[in-house]
């Protein structure tokens, strides 16, 4: 059976996205992804938000931040532990990018939560991370264009 261009697209991308999900603790950037999907580097962002409904960028910051709050629920591990683990190459990024899309810090959403004790998976779509407002008086950093990752081997700490 023959794939129209659109689902051999749309599996291409899925492709890149499960890979974020896999590595996404690792450093990741744009054009390895890209180069999963056979597309240059710009289309890949372009498609990846007309599939997802997002940014790679922004997908992935999602996806570490779903995986932090697990994290500070499930364990007592510091909260720098925590931002390391899920991908986060510095603590004021993390708790910047977690307080922008659950809307309180790290350490409030850890002191507001409780171990529930229910399958993982209801857990994961009930606490989805929705994003917060930004606040009124500080405008939003755009997403760089080529990096995905906080993390970037050999480059500068943040």
């Known amino acids: 059976m023959e794939l129209s261009a659109r689902e051999d697209l749309n599996r291409r991308m899925l492709r890149a996205r499960d890979e974020m999900d896999r590595r996404y603790a690792e450093p990741l950037d744009v054009p390895s992804l890209a180069a999963l999907t056979h597309l ?3 289309r890949f962002g372009k498609v990846f938000r007309d599939v997802f409904g997002e940014t790679p960028h ?3 910051q999602r996806r570490r931040v779903e995986r932090a709050m697990a994290l ?3 364990t007592d591990r510091p909260v720098t532990q925590v931002a390391w683990d899920v991908g986060f ?3 004021g990024t ?3 990018t977690f307080s922008a899309v659950v809307g309180c810090s790290p350490s409030e959403f850890r002191e507001q939560s409780e171990a529930v004790r ?3 998976c ?3 779509a009930w606490t989805r991370p929705r994003e917060a407002a930004p606040p009124p008086n500080r405008p939003v950093d755009p997403p760089s ?3 995905v990752s906080e993390k970037q081997p050999g480059g500068p700490p943040d």
């Open 118 to 120: 229910v399958p993982s």
């Open 145 to 147: 264009r080529t990096t």
């Open 122 to 124: 209801f857990v994961a």
């Open 40 to 42: 240059s580097t710009s």
């Open 72 to 74: 500070l629920r499930q």
């Open 58 to 60: 922004r997908y992935l």
């Open 94 to 96: 993390f708790s910047r």
């Open 89 to 91: 190459a510095s603590l």
